[in-house]
C-alpha cells in the first residue's frame, strides 16, 4: 500500500510541474503561397513552450496550444514577426 502511495504523490507532482494549457489564435499576415504555412508553424515551434501549431492558409490563422508558464501571446506574435509574418493574437 506504501508503494502506491508514493506512486499517486509523484504523478500528482508531475502535474503540479505542467503549466496552464492554453489555445490563441493568430492573425496572420503575408501567407501569400502553401510554403508559407510551413514558416509560420516551424517558427512558432521554436518558441518554447508551444505544444501544437495548427496554420490555415486559407483563413490566415494559426492556433497555438502552449504552456502559459512558459510562452505567452507576445513571443508567438515576436516569432511570425520575425520570420516575414507579422501577426496579431485575435479577440
Known amino acids: 500500500m506504501r508503494i502506491s502511495t508514493f506512486f ?6 508531475g502535474s503540479a510541474l505542467a503549466g ?3 489555445s490563441v489564435t493568430l492573425d496572420v499576415q503575408n501567407m501569400t503561397c502553401a510554403t508559407c504555412p510551413i ?3 516551424k517558427a512558432l515551434e521554436r518558441v518554447p513552450g ?8 486559407e483563413h490566415k490563422t494559426a492556433i497555438v496550444n502552449l504552456d502559459t508558464d512558459r ?5 508567438l506574435t515576436k516569432a511570425t514577426t520575425d ?6 493574437v485575435r479577440k
Not at 499517486?8 to 507532482?13: N, R
Not at 508551444?50 to 492558409?57: A, L
Not at 510562452?71 to 513571443?75: I, L
Not at 520570420?83 to 496579431?88: I, L, R, V
Open 8 to 13: 499517486v504523490a509523484l504523478l500528482l507532482s
Open 20 to 22: 496552464t494549457p492554453k
Open 39 to 41: 514558416t509560420v508553424k
Open 50 to 57: 508551444v505544444t501544437d501549431v495548427k496554420v490555415d492558409f
Open 71 to 75: 510562452a505567452n501571446s507576445s513571443m
Open 83 to 88: 520570420a516575414g509574418f507579422p501577426s496579431t
